[in-house]
Nanobody
């Protein structure tokens, strides 16, 4: 079955960097766009970035120029390189895929940006 497993979260100081991973299985990974979303406490889940099958990407306004999404089809893995982190980037980060009209989410990984 489709599975998405995030990793790489943690505690980082403002201005620091983290690289999140999302390992996928159970579907033909290279054919699908994959999304990163995040949800902070008390806020709605928001789109962070998407990478399409052809490698093109789009980003939410709040992360443009700081975050980079990439994919390694040989490893069935999506990455989110996060630089210049701010306290407002604190959230649980989720990856998402829509496969055969069904939406799948990973379990999420916590990112905390604090002095």
């Amino acid at each position: 079955q489709v599975q998405l497993v995030e990793s790489g979260g943690g505690l980082v100081q403002p201005g620091g960097s983290l690289n999140l991973s999302c390992a996928a299985s159970g579907f033909t990974f290279s054919m699908y766009p994959i999304f990163w979303h995040r949800q902070a406490i008390g806020k709605q889940r928001e789109l962070v970035a998407v990478i399409r099958a052809d490698g093109t990407a789009n980003y939410g306004d709040s992360v443009k120029g700081r975050f980079t999404i990439s994919r390694d089809n040989a490893k069935n893995t999506i990455y989110l390189q996060m630089n210049a982190l701010k306290p407002e980037d604190t959230a649980v980060y989720y990856c998402k895929a829509t496969v055969r009209a069904r939406v799948y989410w990973g379990q999420g990984t916590q990112v905390t940006v604090s002095p």
